[in-house]
């Protein structure tokens, strides 16, 4: 089986990165290296000129079009708002130029929640439109042309046009492994060689700046290109370059040569690297023999003689998910090393575009951080920077790190709730930390003032409180946040705890200097260390009353508790000293807070340690690249999943269970299936059978994660008083939930109140 030193170096240090504490210091909202200069330095990609160094990653287009494809409105403002926020150059989400060769990709009645290019007259006004709302701003836009999805596009075109999905060779379909993705026939492919340069054309007469091809994590144009997807003996794609390299030729042919191509490739599946031995899995071991690092950077060579002027170089696929889509616990920077193993190539080769230029190469991989990012380009590690979720989360990142102004930017938080999430679920992109994020079209920047100024409480200092509260006062409210602690932040306190939740950290301390600022204007008090009660709330005579105060334990009703030493997960990271001398520890609750704090204890604190779940799953209803990266490492760590596991009691340092032992059950460590939506049966799936042991688990440390109750109670009291005309319970005091969910309730309320 082949490997790669450097890809197993990175991939086996994924897990534990945060024992460096430089590493660990980069991921932080630094402006020390201010003014950047490198960042904010021109570069030139064949004749064209971007104004800086930033790039806006393909952050998603889908559902943001009309039923024939046509940009629509809220994907034109949405693009504006990222060009007005300073970046130089955008590429578009997602844009299949396979309808009718690839099934996966077109819904019943030829709709298609992708936007579309191949339809020149229907579309041809969106296009163009948002080309020159772009280029107001005086940034470029690529177009993203993905060739298909294949193996890892959605199986329902199967129901729906009894068709499978499409690949290279036959492989299983990534979703439900049990369906198989045929062979694309040589016929299609030429088709969809065509369609790219068609599209090329299009693209250039509608004024977008270049085209960029989607050629990397496993889509249709990877498969073909990777001989880990690509087994065919005969046939012209045989040959696992031709299809890339035919393709490159045909959209040079139609465009001519001074029209930019930009190509996304991972320079390693890191498949082998990833799984070792497991390999040879019934869904892998397929996959064993694809591209390494060597080949890869010959296949760019190529493609730069064909006509290829830049690269961004990433990582992974989809069967380890985490690599190209990295986590909240993935680190900063981390795929740095990877952009310089491609640029250094190109300069030792001497290798140049058809232009006579050195082909730029982009880094992607959290990289948010402007100091990392400078230095970054100051050491020539890459020639450009991409952001993706950064510039969901603030689309003014460039112009805020350009004017020095770093603690202003709202930081990402890794939590992929609103951006790949959505995706999975057929919405368009969102963000947790964002509301605006795909709502500019109906949502203005600058808030409305308020028609009848009103003195409102926010009790909760949280990030639906800290949210409400700053957007009501901006609008002339006369505001009073309450918090019962002496900390901003709620939830995000303990949740900033672990070394892998540096951008909770972010997040939590860009909450609290809002806080700071907002108390410099009259209308807005904060009051720490103060519980409002009843009596309080009566005398302060607000006219509304807004509750964000989070949850409360669960507090489940476990017989023979005392009997061990307990706590629950949130106090536990709270006081970390109450670890005291545990060696062995029980984590009752496989949710993300559950394996969260088991991660902590096992690489931070050094325990042997257990989780038990009730459900098929750990972290069910979890993005599948955050769920992916913990239960991948924790595995690393010898951190023991039992699912399908029960507690019925406890006896002295210890943890009664009775667990399903059936071959039924789904091995917990399996990273490289997703969990489907609950939605989305697989009629394939072997059936669920239930064969229970008995356990004990020795703990000299349990650990309750097993979720909260909504902490309504004030809320419920002060209705019944009826002590102010307006009363809301907004964030998990209204439902326990997410982020995204309580900073879109926050915003709504603010705006509106």
């Not at 694309?184 to 250039?204: E, M, T």
């Not at 229970?692 to 309750?704: G, H, P, S």
């Amino acid at each position: 089986m082949k490997t790669d030193k450097i890809i197993n170096e990175l991939v086996g240090n994924y897990g534990k990165w945060f024992y460096d504490d430089e590493v660990l210091k980069s991921g932080k909202m630094t402006q020390n290296l201010y003014p950047y200069k490198s960042i904010f330095s021109p570069v030139e990609i064949n004749k064209i000129t971007i104004k800086n160094r930033l790039v806006m990653a393909p952050m998603g287009n889908i559902s943001m079009c009309d039923e024939t494809g046509r940009p629509n409105d809220r994907m034109l403002q949405y693009f504006f708002e990222r060009a007005k926020g300073g970046v130089g150059l955008i590429t578009t989400g997602l844009v299949p130029i396979c309808h009718g060769l690839d099934p996966s990709v077109t819904e019943p009645g030829q709709l298609s929640y992708f936007p579309r290019i191949d339809r020149s007259r229907t579309v041809y006004a969106g296009w163009r439109d948002l080309s020159a709302g772009v280029h107001s701003y005086g940034a470029k836009i690529f177009i993203q042309l993905t060739p298909g999805l294949g193996r890892v596009g959605n199986p329902q075109c199967l129901l729906n046009f009894k068709k499978f999905p499409k690949s290279a060779s036959m492989n299983p379909n990534f979703y439900m492994p049990q369906i198989p993705s045929t062979r694309l026939s040589d016929r299609k492919a030429k088709k969809i060689i065509k369609n790219a340069g068609q599209a090329s054309a299009d693209a250039k007469a509608f004024n977008i700046d270049g085209v960029y091809l989607h050629g990397h994590e496993g889509y249709l144009l990877d498969q073909m290109t990777n001989t880990a997807f690509n087994r065919r003996k005969m046939g012209r794609y045989a040959d696992w370059q031709a299809f890339g390299l035919d393709m490159i030729r045909e959209i040079r042919k139609r465009v001519g040569p001074n029209y930019p191509i930009m190509y996304r490739i991972d320079l390693s599946l890191a498949l082998n690297e990833t799984y070792g031995e497991k390999m040879d899995n019934k869904s892998l071991r397929k996959f064993k023999n694809g591209r390494t690092v060597e080949m890869t950077l010959k296949y760019m060579a190529n493609l730069v003689k064909e006509g290829v002027d830049i690269f961004d170089v990433d990582l992974g696929c989809y069967d380890n998910w985490w690599l190209p889509h990295p986590p909240a616990s993935m680190p900063p920077g981390c795929f740095l090393d990877i952009s310089k193993i491609a640029k250094d190539y190109f300069k030792e080769n001497n290798i140049l575009s058809n232009a006579g230029k050195e082909v730029p190469v982009v880094a992607v991989g959290k990289l948010g951080y402007p100091d990392l990012a400078e230095q970054a380009l100051r050491d020539e590690k890459c020639d450009m920077v991409m952001l993706g979720r950064p510039l969901l989360a603030d689309p003014d990142w460039p112009n805020k790190v350009y004017s020095g102004r770093v603690n202003e930017i709202i930081p990402c938080i890794g939590c992929h709730e609103g951006c790949i999430n959505e995706f999975v679920e057929g919405g368009h992109p969102q963000c947790a930390v964002n509301p605006r994020t795909s709502f500019e079209y109906i949502m203005p920047h600058n808030l409305i003032p308020a028609k009848e100024k009103k003195k409102i409480g926010v009790i909760g200092a949280g990030p639906a409180g800290v949210n409400m509260a700053i957007t009501a006062a901006k609008r002339g409210h006369d505001v009073t946040l309450v918090e019962e602690s002496g900390r901003v932040g709620g939830k995000t306190i303990p949740g900033s705890v672990p070394k892998i939740k540096y951008e909770i950290a972010n997040y939590r301390r860009y909450l609290e200097d809002q806080v700071i600022k907002a108390q410099e204007a009259e209308n807005f008090t904060y009051l720490p260390n103060t519980t409002a009660t009843i009596d309080w709330l009566k005398d302060q005579k607000f006219d509304s009353i807004v509750f964000a105060m989070g949850t409360k334990d669960s507090n489940l009703p476990f017989k023979g508790l005392d009997k061990v030493n307990s706590i629950e997960a949130t106090d536990l990271l709270l006081h970390p000293e109450k670890i005291g001398e545990a060696k062995k520890a029980v984590v009752v609750g496989g949710g993300v807070v559950g394996c969260e704090t088991a991660y902590w204890l096992s690489y931070e604190h050094n325990l042997d340690v257990k989780v038990v779940e009730m459900e098929k799953y750990f972290m069910n209803h979890t993005c599948t690249a955050n769920r992916g990266h913990l239960l991948h490492y924790m595995e690393k760590a010898g951190v023991e999943l039992l699912n399908c596991t029960r507690v019925t009691g406890f006896e002295e340092n210890a943890v009664k269970v009775m667990q399903n032992i059936s071959e039924s059950v789904p091995d917990p460590y399996i990273t490289w299936h997703p969990v489907l939506p609950e939605n989305v049966v697989n009629p394939l799936e072997p059936k669920f059978e239930v064969k229970e042991e008995e356990k004990i688990l020795n703990a000299d440390l349990v650990v309750i994660a097993t979720g909260g109750k909504p902490k309504d109670h004030l809320f419920y009291e002060v209705q019944k008083e009826n002590i102010a005309p307006e009363l809301y319970n907004i964030g998990d005091s209204f439902s326990g939930g997410k982020v995204l969910e309580a900073t879109r309730a926050a915003n709504a309320l603010g705006r509106r109140i």
